[in-house]
């Protein structure tokens, strides 16, 4: 039986357009997370931090049957004085910032961290980690110059970043971690963090959400 013409083209259209179909949700599938709920995005204008470029925030949610374990960091403090931990908070939320003084986005969110850490500090434990700084003074400098109370990680050479494999972006500095009162991973903002936006989330994990 001869196919005319016009039908032959037709069927090569639906099966390119299938075959498209195709290659798009297998690369959708591989830019996707185990768990990628992002609730947020946008962004900010990087203000006198002598960077041009804006900041992209997402946000990712974690529903509460599908959060795990987050894994314990732990390190020298960055005052020089004793050790710092992720794991000695319990019946808190957790809010664990990466940072380094040498990145512009990390100085845009630092007032709004330390404000939000006195603000909850009933309910939720601040820990930054402090990377890539090969000698602590820089960083001391930038936690004096912002009022930061909380403890920090001294972790130049990421060694405790990479417990976090797969959860935190080696290269998306700054990022924000919370940690639900069980421990578990909770939420995740990669990109500047603002004072109202951590504030809810703090807010929604210590009542279970």
């Known amino acids: 039986m001869r196919i005319p013409p016009w039908r032959t083209s037709a069927l090569l259209t639906g099966r390119v357009l ?12 591989c830019g996707r ?5 992002v609730t947020r995005t ?40 004793g050790t710092v931990s992720t794991g000695g908070y319990p019946g808190k939320v957790v809010v664990i910032n990466v940072w380094g ?16 850490s006195e603000k909850t500090a ?8 402090n990377i890539r700084d090969t000698s602590p003074d820089a960083a001391r400098a930038f936690v004096r110059a912002f009022g930061i109370g909380y ?11 990479v417990r976090f494999a797969g959860t935190l972006p080696p290269n998306g500095i700054p990022t924000t971690l919370l940690i639900d009162k069980k421990g578990r991973i909770a939420a995740r903002i990669v990109g500047v963090v603002d004072q109202t936006t951590l504030l809810g989330l703090i807010d929604d994990v210590a009542q279970g959400k």
Request: charged fraction near 20%.
């Open 101 to 116: 003084s040498w990145c512009g986005p990390c100085r845009l969110e630092a007032k709004d961290l330390a404000e939000a």
């Open 18 to 29: 299938a075959a498209l179909l195709t290659t798009l949700l297998l690369l959708s599938a």
């Open 42 to 81: 946008g962004s900010r204008e990087l203000g006198g931090t002598g960077d041009t470029a804006q900041v992209n925030k997402a946000l990712t949610w974690i529903p509460v049957a599908d959060r795990q374990l987050a894994p314990v960091a732990s390190g020298p403090a960055l005052s020089g004085t």
């Open 151 to 161: 403890p920090h990680i001294y972790d130049p050479n990421g060694e405790q970043l």
């Open 122 to 129: 009933k309910t939720a434990a601040f820990v930054g980690l």
């Open 33 to 37: 997370e185990e768990v990628d709920v």
